[in-house]
């Protein structure tokens, strides 16, 4: 089985300001890693993804994760983050083969203040 | 651009009483989950399915939920009879299980049982 912790469940940054957002995944089995945002009042959209190769992975709005496999770890950076970027964030794992079930961290709620 | 599509958006319904959400998949999907969204849980896997068959349901209360999908541009999940601790929101998401690996999440159906 696996597991995801996101050591966050708040994180409030000015704006034009940097952001990380933290996970960490606990599995007996390789994994895929993968970042959802969630917008208010909106369905899930994946970020990124980890399946393989490069451990750095870049993904839409200018978002991008390092795979740690030493430190089972998937933080999410943005180097400048804007107001359009409040929402909430959720890493997710799965099963390298076999399985298609992602499990869900409980989410980081990113506030950009002005 | 093609989205997954749920029905009804918002339902408030009476303890005892009978809900049905609807999922429409992506046209070519053969995957398809069911998840629930409360503060307390965060996202769980209810169910899910591949070429309509049921994978797994291991997430559902057995005793009151159901999920089919009658065809492949319909999938469905039941709760009868409701409960208050039901209320939450329910997203589907659809995938290939290859390729790419993404799951593409519904706007989510917000149920509220009195």
């Known amino acids: 089985a696996q597991s995801v912790t996101q050591l966050d469940s708040q994180v409030p940054v000015f704006e034009e300001a940097p952001v990380e957002l933290r996970c960490n995944y606990s599995?007996?089995?390789?994994?895929?890693l993968f970042w959802y945002v969630q917008y208010p009042n909106q369905g899930l959209q994946l970020l990124l993804k980890?399946?393989?190769?490069?451990?750095l992975v870049k993904g839409i709005n200018g978002f991008e994760a390092e795979f740690n496999k030493s430190q089972t770890s998937f933080h999410l950076r943005k180097p400048s983050v804007h107001i359009s970027d409040t929402a909430e964030y959720f890493c997710?794992?799965?099963?390298?083969?076999?399985?298609?079930?992602?499990?869900f961290g409980k989410g980081t709620k990113l506030s950009v203040i002005p | 651009d093609a989205r997954v599509t749920q029905t009804p958006r918002h339902k408030v319904t009476e303890m005892g009483q009978e809900v049905t959400m609807r999922c429409q998949p992506i046209?070519?999907?053969?995957?398809v989950f069911w998840y629930r969204q409360t503060m307390m849980q965060g996202l769980e896997l209810l169910a899910y399915f591949r070429n309509r068959a049921p994978l797994d349901d291991s997430g559902m209360p057995k005793d009151r939920f159901s999920a089919e999908m009658p065809d492949a541009t319909l999938a469905t999940l039941k709760i009868q009879p409701s409960e208050p601790r039901d209320s939450a929101v329910y997203f589907c998401?659809?995938?290939?299980?290859?390729?790419?690996?993404?799951?593409?999440f519904g706007p989510g159906t917000r149920l509220t049982v009195l």
């Open positions: 046209l070519g999907h053969n995957t």
């Open positions: 997710a794992v799965r099963p390298g083969a076999g399985s298609y079930q992602l499990t």
């Open positions: 998401a659809s995938g290939l299980p290859t390729g790419t690996d993404t799951q593409y």
């Open positions: 599995s007996s089995v390789s994994v895929y």
């Open positions: 980890y399946l393989s190769g490069s451990t």
